[in-house]
């Protein structure tokens, strides 16, 4: 069983939700699947089962400042830290629009979810970069 210490991003949106995988020894976060939101219940469980699979310490939940989803995406996270052991953290989303854009750009022919994985990664790796040294002078890495 891998004991790495993994951090879980996730983009949070109306139809589709990406994930993303951060490690904490390599402060690096790559794109996973997007889910599928069907119910925030549903959403809940899935999640649950991805932090259990991949030995998952933290979650960061993306939220922007402002906008429609922003009141959704506080009832989600109470949600999460109902249902999950793990620490749940909301992170400002505001600047990922445009290096999302930038690395979809690349991708010739994303399809439906990639962009929301993509935020995911991009929430994630400013979370991996603004607390870097927080999180490697923790005794216990989180």
């Keep these: 069983m891998n004991k790495e210490k993994k951090i879980l991003g996730i983009d949070f949106g109306e139809s589709y939700v990406g994930i993303a995988l951060g490690f904490l020894n390599k402060k690096i976060a790559l794109p996973r699947e997007h889910l599928k ?9 899935k999640i ?4 259990e699979k991949e030995n998952i310490s933290k979650v960061v939940l993306g939220i922007p400042s402002f ?38 750009y690349l991708n010739a022919n994303p399809g439906k979810g990639d962009k929301d994985s993509t935020s995911a990664m991009v929430i994630l790796q400013d979370f991996l970069e603004s607390n870097q040294k927080k999180l490697a002078h923790s005794p216990t890495n989180l």
Excluded: A
Aim: charged share 35%; proline share 0%; glycine share 2%.
């Design 37 to 45: 939101r069907t119910s925030d219940l549903d959403l809940s469980s």
């Design 48 to 51: 649950k089962n991805i932090c």
């Design 67 to 104: 906008g429609s989803i922003r009141n959704k995406i506080i009832s989600f996270e109470k949600i999460l830290k109902k249902n999950l052991k793990q620490e749940v953290i909301l992170w400002d989303e505001d600047n990922t629009t445009q290096i999302t854009e930038s690395l979809d």
